[in-house]
């Protein structure tokens, strides 16, 4: 199980404790590899994110253990994701158009203020230097599942996005159907196409600043990357 928590960090010998705000138990960070730092962070306001280990106690109280993946100062817990060359079924992806110096996020439509099921997605200005966007948030992921008839994306939400007959929109739908299907293609210039069933390619328009999915090119159409979460 996947969990996190925050709180102030104290070093006790090989002990590396989690006091969280409110909590009846303190956490336990077991055994930190030396890449996490944990000893540079004693004494600080921290967000600690891992895997559950079992629970624990002693004389100081109970303790909810962690096998810690990541480990990060102010109590804000950071999410990292790589620039891809390849989709691996099952894992976490952003969308991102690289635009200048700058990548465009591709959003959900509620996050683009949106309350049909359909519509031009917004997008999150964010930095990736060298290759890698951190975010304070998961909500930006896409699910990527490969099938047997092509690749489906699952948004934060729970929903699959997909494109539908000549429309050059976005939809959303908790429930899978034919258009849901994308066929996921990598470029030689970092880029991936990303095509519906009905031929639609996915870009960033920089012209509107938003994503539509698209059957002619236009020197205003950026075709997305792909970001892995790390």
């Known amino acids: 199980e996947f969990i996190s928590f925050t709180g102030e960090l104290v070093k006790s010998g090989n002990f590396y404790n989690v006091t969280v705000p409110g909590a009846t138990k303190k956490g336990s960070i077991v055994y930190p590899v030396d890449d996490l730092g944990a000893a540079d962070f004693d004494g600080k306001n921290i967000a600690v994110k891992g895997y559950f280990n079992g629970l624990s106690s002693n004389s100081n109280g109970e303790f909810v253990n962690i096998i810690a993946t990541s480990i990060s100062e102010g109590g804000v817990v950071l999410y990292n994701y790589r620039k891809a060359t390849s989709v691996t079924s099952g894992k976490k992806y952003l969308i991102a158009a690289v635009n200048g110096d700058n990548v465009e996020v591709m959003e959900t439509l509620a996050q683009s203020g949106i309350t049909k099921t359909y519509g031009y997605l917004k997008a999150l200005e964010a930095d990736a230097n060298g290759g890698v966007i951190v975010l304070e948030s998961e909500d930006f992921e896409f699910t990527v599942t490969k099938t047997d008839k092509g690749y489906t994306f699952v948004n934060s939400e729970g929903k699959y996005i997909y494109q539908s007959g000549t429309y050059k929109t976005y939809n959303e739908s908790a429930d899978v159907n034919s258009d849901c299907y994308w066929t996921v293609t990598p470029n030689s210039d970092g880029t991936f196409s990303l095509t519906s069933p009905s031929g639609y390619t996915a870009c960033y328009d920089l012209g509107y600043g938003s994503y ?19």
């Open 212 to 230: 539509g999915v698209y059957n002619e090119t236009k020197d205003t159409y950026i075709l997305p990357c792909i970001f892995k979460k790390k």
